[in-house]
């Protein structure tokens, strides 16, 4: 039985790595070639080029685990069967439930990989794309991240220091302004929080609410309810330099999402990706589970069918998936529910499959 183990967990393994990884990496490319546009205005070299190409690569993995562990399930265990393997083994009084539990475990690994990539690997990756990308464009000298907050130049070379960016309402939140002289801090200013006026990104100017400002050099601090600053960049700016919420992991996501809360927003977009990065690494599992059933239940046949098997259902997984995001983004299902419905759907089919193979 540990024979039989380790050979088809081998044989798993070295497709899985070659199609998961190579695909990954075409993926990472085309990304690249739709950005190619926007990077050249900055300098490129090869190595640059290859170091984005790497930092894209895990997110792909992320998303391509599903897909890849259903497909090669359905591979190693379809060419079992074509050559009478299964049979074989069925013959020396073998349990083919049992033959599958490493496959089970394996499910089981990757789903909690998957935790790890989407929540440790996938986000540490985007932050060094996103420096990356600000490097060949010359503009990582202006911004800086540290400890969760946003440093930056304002236009007038002054230092700013920003707690929080909420993009729905085109809010900073929890804003220091630093005003130097040649040596010293002349002028400090604290802001509860900033708007956007104006109703085009390059017409407008940001409005703070509740400010201190301290005067260093005459020792006197001044309050006032509003004042205009309009010397730090557009809203549009903050968008190119801030992550997306699929590029963060589940407690930064939470953490923004609270953010968003207590400024008065509530945002079904957030809630429904928040939703999907607990449920989209258990497809994992599900997926694997269905693969190796469907290889014996329904006879997949050679290799070639098999791996258009699993495509096919992968396209009707991830057709279904994200209409039921799009469901969830529109409000048409609950946020919470949107995410779950499809992995869990998939999920009671591959069980069922799984409790009818003939033993």
Known sequence: MKILWKYYLREFFKIFGIVAFGLAMIFSILDLLDKIDELERGRLTVMNL?????????????????????????????????????????????????????????G???????????????????????????????????????????????????????GGYIPQGKIIQNISIFTTGEDRVKQRIEAENAFWTGQKESGGSWKLRNVVIYDMEKGAIQYSPE??????????????????????????????????????????????????????????????VLGVSLSVIGRAGGGLFAAGLGIAISFIYWFGYTLMLSMGYAGIVPPAFAPWAVPLLFGIVSFSLFRQIPE
């Open 108 to 162: 089981i690994v990757f789903s909690l990989f998957g935790f790890i990539i989407g929540e440790v690997i996938v986000p540490d990756f985007a932050e060094r794309t996103l420096e990356l990308k600000k490097e060949i464009l010359k503009s990582g000298e202006r911004v800086a991240f540290q400890k969760g907050a946003l440093w930056m130049r304002g236009t007038d070379d002054s230092l700013v220091r920003i």
């Open 227 to 288: 004042l205009m600053f309009p010397s730090l960049e557009s809203p549009d700016f903050f968008g190119k330099v801030t992550r997306k919420p699929e590029e963060m992991g589940i407690g930064e996501l939470y953490n923004y999402t609270r953010r968003l809360q207590s400024a008065g927003f509530s945002d079904r977009k957030l809630l429904v990706d928040l939703n999907s990065k607990i449920s989209y690494p258990i497809a994992n599992f599900f997926m694997l």
């Open 50 to 106: 290859g170091s984005y190409v790497f930092l894209n690569i895990p997110k792909y993995l992320y998303y391509l685990f599903p897909m890849m562990l259903l497909i090669c399930g359905l591979f190693i265990i379809s060419q079992a069967s074509r050559y009478r393997e299964l049979i074989a083994f069925k013959a020396t009084g073998g349990k083919l439930r049992r033959l599958f539990l490493p496959f089970l475990i394996l």
